[in-house]
């Protein structure tokens, strides 16, 4: 970040407030900040409030003599290196979508030929309007860096996703796009999510995963220039972008996309994979009349971490995931052993982490244990993609 100059467009909604100390964290990280302030963003927080922050001017009007005479809007996109939209209302990724220019913000973002990360922060059914979705996709195939908005509680009173992710989460996207590169030129594959085994056309046996760790980690390996497959089981999560995907079901399906998709030089092995499965039935199993369950026999599914840590294409680098409800530390420990895996990611799932936005995980080595603090899932996901680079470099 030292010396990287952030232009940061602050958009029209509560979530404004937090621009404020995510200039704080890019200051203080060695960048500097020129911000454009939106007329909605201006409802929320003062360009007095941001000037102060920043210690530089702060732009609010495509019809600012002084500055249009000199072609602001074309000054301002050249001298950054990286464009911060933060919060990206729903209105904002709209105009963006559409290539609308009727105001500085938006004249400037079709103007600029530099990168554009945007943050979205909305409603939670806003972010879930189709339309939305569109302009959202949208922007990603033209090469926006779109970030995943966090899941909680919001000022409109509603639970879901839409919260602006917190500042620290926000910096660690951002200087994710400087390490651009870190890991170009390297393959990595992740699995992500649960795997189904059918019992019958109805029904099956699965672990909980939201996939939303795994599907994290793809993304921020990707932002940092490796070239990721991504084997996710049945999920409902968009790709992470710059991301390869194969959608699978099953653990032997997913067995056999890993095997498919060495070599690789890394894995990062976070789905939460069925540890047995049934020989499904064809028809849909009925209650017997005398109340008693049908049997069910068991098979062991295959081991995908241990196969793929014991094979002949192994990856110099195989990480595994270890969730555990006790003694998380000694099981993480022991799994790393008895899997022949080199790193794993142990973490407390006795609480509500599966399906929730925060994690709390040890990393565990053959140098010993690191304790990390509970953080939300990207910024863990950024903190190991640094480490998994650190280590293959």
């Not at 062991?300 to 110099?316: F, K």
């Amino acid at each position: 970040m030292t010396n990287k100059r952030i232009l940061l467009i602050v958009g029209g909604g509560i979530a404004a407030y937090k621009a404020c100390e995510l200039i704080r964290l890019i200051r203080k990280a060695g960048g500097s900040v020129r911000c454009v302030l939106t007329a909605g963003g201006a409802q929320f927080v003062t360009p007095m409030a941001l000037a102060a922050l920043s210690e530089n001017p702060v732009h609010t009007s495509l019809w600012d003599l002084k500055d249009e005479t000199e072609m602001g809007h074309i000054q301002l996109s050249r001298e950054a290196d990286l464009v911060v939209v933060c919060p990206a209302t729903a209105d904002l990724i709209a105009k963006m979508a559409a290539g609308l220019a009727d105001d500085l913000a938006t004249t400037l973002l079709l103007a600029t030929d530099k990168p554009v990360l945007a943050v979205p922060a909305m409603n939670v059914r806003m972010w879930g309007h189709a339309a939305t979705k569109r302009n959202v996709a949208r922007l990603r195939a033209d090469g926006v860096t779109v970030l995943e908005p966090d899941e909680g509680p919001m000022a409109c009173g509603e639970y879901g996703p839409g919260r602006l992710p917190e500042p620290e989460a926000i910096l660690a996207a951002i200087g994710a796009h400087f390490s651009n590169g870190r890991l170009a030129g390297r393959h990595i594959l992740v699995t992500a999510g649960p795997t189904h085994e059918p019992i019958d056309p109805v029904r099956y046996i699965a672990n909980r995963s939201s996939g939303k760790q795994g599907f994290a980690i793809a993304g921020a390996l990707a932002a940092l220039g490796a070239r990721v497959t991504l084997i996710a089981g049945p999920v409902h999560l968009p790709t992470p972008s710059g991301v390869d995907r194969v959608d699978v079901e099953t653990a032997r399906e997913m067995a056999a996309a890993v095997e498919a998709a060495l070599p690789a030089d890394a894995a990062v092995m976070v789905a939460a994979v069925a540890d047995w499965r049934v020989e499904p039935s064809a028809q849909k199993i009925k209650k017997r009349a005398d109340g008693v369950p049908p049997p069910l026999g068991l098979a062991e599914n295959p081991d995908i971490l241990a196969g793929l840590a014991a094979s002949a294409d192994r990856p110099p680098l195989v990480v595994g995931f270890a969730a555990e409800t006790q003694d998380v530390v000694v099981l993480g420990t022991a799994k790393r052993v008895k899997k022949g895996c080199d790193w794993i990611v142990a973490n407390d799932v006795s609480g509500d982490v599966m399906g929730g936005s925060d994690n709390s995980v040890h990393l565990i080595t053959a140098d010993g244990v690191e304790s990390w603090e509970q953080l939300p899932k990207d910024q863990v996901a950024h903190r190991l993609a640094a480490r998994i680079a650190d280590a293959l470099q």
